[in-house]
């Protein structure tokens, strides 16, 4: 048994754990106790490891740098190659009891605990791939992260205040993020594209670009792991790819430019993919996973979707004609008879395509 008090052993992906007996199962949840601990978040860490497993990561070293009971970086050490050093980070004392007893009950010798506070850490180690996963906002950690990764170094955020991002609460994504958002249909892709952007901006102001690997939205948080390449042309190739999106609540219509227009543009986003199509063909749904369907389903979507910066709702377009959605399946098959189109993550009543909304009005009626 463990000797933490108020704790439980539990399994989570190939890897046994020590956790609080108070912690969340579902959506943010509300710190409970000390140290912190959300039973929802498996399915990220599942992709942690997949993501990590598809790269070549011989030798490197990886930092957990807000690491809690240390699940995401034990985890990484247990279930990638062993030939990793990974660094499992935080600054609560008692969460580093948490991560000291859970390398030892998977007895891993890649696996360092230490207590320190991100920021101060990162201002003296570099590491080849840093995990920033705050509860909130990643925006105080950002700039320390970025410096924190070493020149090819690879950077993975989590941000669960999805409601400024997605346009709840506008004003605050301004502060934050610097970028204007709004509530639509496809709010939750523009508030990941926002914070893609908002990334770019400060790396760009260390002279370092950002590339995509793969960025996404589920449950209750924004993710994204990126590469950092270091230089100011790969800068500047980034910050090319920033735009906005004209979009017109009234009519319904959007499109993506890259300069601001009037005053129904949002942004500025990141108008780029969100996916390195070689590492999304290369990554595998192992067996050990916990949340091993849900992975695949996910990564089928993710290899499809189209690199378009919005998507369209089918409930929306048929609301607009004041008419019953038709079947998403046959909607897509009709579209792909004039056009591209594909199911998208973001919704499972979501779907892109190249067509403007007037084609997509004239094919909906058709159907409807």
Same mark, same amino acid.
């Given at each position: 048994?463990?000797?933490?008090?108020?704790?439980?052993?539990?399994?989570?992906?190939?890897?046994?754990?020590?956790? @609080?007996?108070?912690?969340?199962?579902?959506? @943010?949840?509300?710190? $409970?106790?000390?140290?912190?601990?959300?039973?929802?978040?498996?399915?990220?860490?599942?992709?942690?490891?997949?993501?990590?497993?598809?790269?070549?990561?011989?030798?490197?070293?990886?930092?957990?740098?807000?690491?809690?009971?240390?699940?995401?970086?034990?985890?990484?050490?247990?279930?990638?190659?062993?030939?990793?050093?990974?660094?499992?980070?935080?600054?609560?004392?008692?969460?580093?009891?948490?991560? $000291?007893?859970?390398?030892?009950?998977?007895?891993?010798?890649?696996?360092?605990?230490?207590?320190?506070?991100?920021?101060?850490?990162?201002?003296?180690?570099?590491? !080849?791939?840093?995990?920033?996963?705050?509860?909130?906002?990643?925006?105080?950690?950002?700039?320390?992260?970025?410096?924190?990764?070493?020149? &090819?170094?690879?950077?993975?955020?989590?941000?669960?205040?999805?409601?400024?991002?997605?346009?709840?609460?506008?004003?605050?994504?301004?502060?934050?993020? #610097?970028?204007?958002?709004?509530?639509?249909?496809?709010?939750?892709?523009?508030?990941? &594209?926002?914070?893609? =952007?908002?990334?770019?901006?400060?790396?760009?102001?260390?002279?370092? #670009?950002?590339?995509?690997?793969?960025?996404?939205?589920?449950?209750?948080?924004?993710?994204?792991?990126?590469?950092?390449?270091?230089?100011?042309?790969?800068?500047?190739?980034?910050?090319? $790819?920033?735009?906005?999106? $004209?979009?017109?609540?009234?009519?319904?219509?959007?499109?993506?430019?890259?300069?601001? =227009?009037?005053?129904?543009?949002?942004?500025?986003?990141?108008? =780029?993919?969100?996916?390195?199509?070689?590492?999304?063909?290369?990554?595998?749904?192992?067996?050990?996973?916990?949340?091993?369907?849900?992975?695949?389903?996910?990564?089928?979507?993710?290899?499809?979707?189209? !690199?378009?910066?919005?998507?369209?709702?089918?409930?929306?377009?048929?609301?607009?004609?004041?008419?019953?959605?038709?079947?998403?399946?046959?909607?897509?098959? &009709?579209?792909?008879?004039?056009?591209?189109?594909?199911?998208?993550?973001?919704?499972?009543?979501?779907?892109?395509?190249?067509?403007?909304?007037?084609?997509?009005?004239?094919?909906?009626?058709?159907?409807?």
């Amino acid at each position: 048994m463990s000797g933490i008090p108020d704790s439980m052993h539990i399994t989570e992906g190939l890897t046994k754990l020590v956790v @609080p007996v108070a912690h969340s199962a579902r959506g @943010p949840g509300k710190r $409970q106790g000390r140290v912190f601990y959300n039973e929802q978040m498996k399915f990220n860490r599942d992709l942690t490891i997949m993501l990590l497993n598809a790269l070549d990561l011989s030798g490197k070293e990886i930092l957990d740098s807000m690491a809690g009971t240390g699940v995401r970086g034990v985890r990484i050490a247990n279930e990638v190659r062993k030939d990793l050093e990974v660094s499992v980070n935080d600054r609560d004392t008692e969460a580093f009891r948490y991560i $000291q007893e859970n390398a030892r009950l998977n007895e891993l010798g890649n696996c360092h605990a230490l207590n320190s506070d991100m920021r101060c850490l990162l201002s003296e180690r570099s590491f !080849d791939y840093v995990d920033v996963d705050p509860f909130g906002t990643p925006v105080p950690y950002v700039t320390s992260a970025i410096e924190g990764c070493k020149r &090819r170094g690879i950077l993975g955020v989590t941000a669960t205040d999805t409601a400024p991002l997605a346009g709840t609460y506008p004003k605050k994504c301004a502060r934050r993020y #610097g970028a204007r958002s709004i509530r639509c249909p496809f709010g939750h892709e523009l508030g990941l &594209r926002i914070l893609i =952007g908002y990334l770019v901006r400060k790396a760009a102001e260390l002279d370092r #670009g950002v590339r995509p690997i793969l960025c996404f939205y589920a449950d209750h948080y924004f993710r994204l792991y990126v590469g950092l390449p270091e230089s100011a042309g790969e800068a500047d190739r980034s910050l090319s $790819q920033l735009g906005y999106i $004209q979009y017109d609540p009234e009519t319904g219509s959007r499109s993506y430019t890259p300069e601001r =227009g009037s005053e129904m543009t949002v942004g500025p986003i990141w108008g =780029g993919s969100l996916y390195d199509r070689s590492v999304l063909d290369s990554m595998d749904v192992n067996e050990g996973l916990a949340e091993r369907a849900r992975c695949e389903k996910y990564l089928e979507t993710w290899r499809e979707e189209l !690199d378009v910066p919005y998507f369209f709702d089918n409930d929306e377009l048929a609301s607009r004609l004041h008419a019953s959605p038709p079947p998403i399946r046959r909607l897509l098959e &009709r579209i792909r008879e004039v056009g591209s189109a594909s199911r998208t993550h973001f919704s499972p009543k979501g779907f892109k395509t190249d067509l403007s909304l007037a084609e997509l009005t004239e094919i909906v009626s058709d159907i409807v």
